[in-house]
Structure formats: C-alpha cells, structure tokens
C-alpha cells in the first residue's frame, strides 16, 4: 500500500513510512497535484500541468457548485475533503457533500473519493466529521462509488502504521480493500 503526503519527500519520513509497513511514498508536486479551492481558471491551469507531468490530481473542492463542475467537466478523477464543503448540518441529516444526485454522477464518470486520515486527526469537531465520512462511506456504497482511505498527510507526526488505518477504517464503516489506493 502506498503512502500519499502532502509535503515533499524527506529520508527521515520514507524511513519512518516503510518501518510503518506502507510501500513507497507519494508526494504532491512529484507524484500528484494537489488543489484546494473553487477557481475554475487555476484548476484548468493545474489540469495543463497534469497532463504534461502526467500525473493526477487530487482535488478539494470548496463549495458545492465547483464540486459539481469538477465531477462533470473535468479529467480530475481524485476528490477529497467533501465533507468540509456545507458549514452546517441540516436540521434532519448530516450534510456531508455527497448526495442522491452526486452519488451515481460520480460513479458514471469513474472518480474516486479519499478519505483523509490527516483530516480526522486534526479536526477541532471530531465528531461531526466522522458523523459526515460515515455518510458519505453509505452513499458511496450505495453507489458503488470507489473509496480510499489515505494518510494525506503534512507532516512526520500524521503518520500511523497501516494496519492502524486498516482498523480505524473498518471502525467507521469502510472496507478493508478500500485502505490504500489501487
């Protein structure tokens, strides 16, 4: 299983990925882009980039309308972090990005949702974003939408061993297969 970080390589951290059981480390900017936002012209820009480097991007779109536009225009086949695009829950359910709509939109244009162990880690409301991944784990295999779990990580201290994120993935609702990505 691969590791994916979102910093540049260092001895240290590849030692310290391989004692934890991941194979080689990915790393944004020599791996795979990385774009957070909701711009349409610097996505476009990063898209160009991609093509030529010949590597994906992961996407984290910031609100609901880009989230739309990169699942149906766009090549980006990677999309994480929906669950921080609605600021508040609905008075009767979760609001976790994805939807009846989305679900099946995503699952006939072949994009793939990561879930970011970096994410949970550092969150200020824990709860309410494991409640949201929960959610968001049902529709996609309602769905049928594939998932990974990753460590997406910045820094030496988000790394976990992988057995670790095997087990905490299981905990809220995921599968064992979707640990890693393919």
């Known amino acids: 299983m691969s ?3 979102l910093t540049p390589i260092s001895k240290e951290i590849e030692e310290l990925s391989i004692e934890l059981g991941f194979g080689p480390i990915l790393s944004v900017q020599h791996d795979f882009l990385y774009y957070k936002g909701d711009s349409k012209k610097e996505l ?3 898209i160009t980039k991609s ?8 996407c984290m779109p910031a609100t609901e309308i880009f989230l739309r536009h990169v699942i149906e ?3 980006v086949q990677y999309l994480t972090g929906l669950e921080h695009i609605h600021h508040n829950d ?3 359910q979760v609001r976790g990005g994805l939807d009846q709509v989305l679900g099946p939109l995503m699952y006939q244009k072949k994009k793939i949702i990561i879930f970011s162990f970096a994410d949970i880690l550092h969150s200020t409301n824990r709860a309410k974003l494991l409640s949201r991944i929960r959610f968001n784990i049902m529709v996609c295999h309602k769905y049928k939408v594939p998932v990974s779990f990753l460590t997406l ?3 030496k201290s988000d790394l976990r061993s992988s057995k670790d994120l095997q087990t905490f993935w299981r905990l809220i609702g995921g599968k064992n297969e979707e640990v890693g990505l393919k």
């Open 153 to 155: 990580g910045s820094n």
């Open 44 to 46: 476009d820009k990063l």
């Open 90 to 92: 609905s008075l009767h």
């Open 73 to 75: 225009k766009t090549p």
């Open 51 to 58: 093509y030529k480097l010949k590597i994906p991007i992961v």
């Open 3 to 5: 590791n994916f970080m």
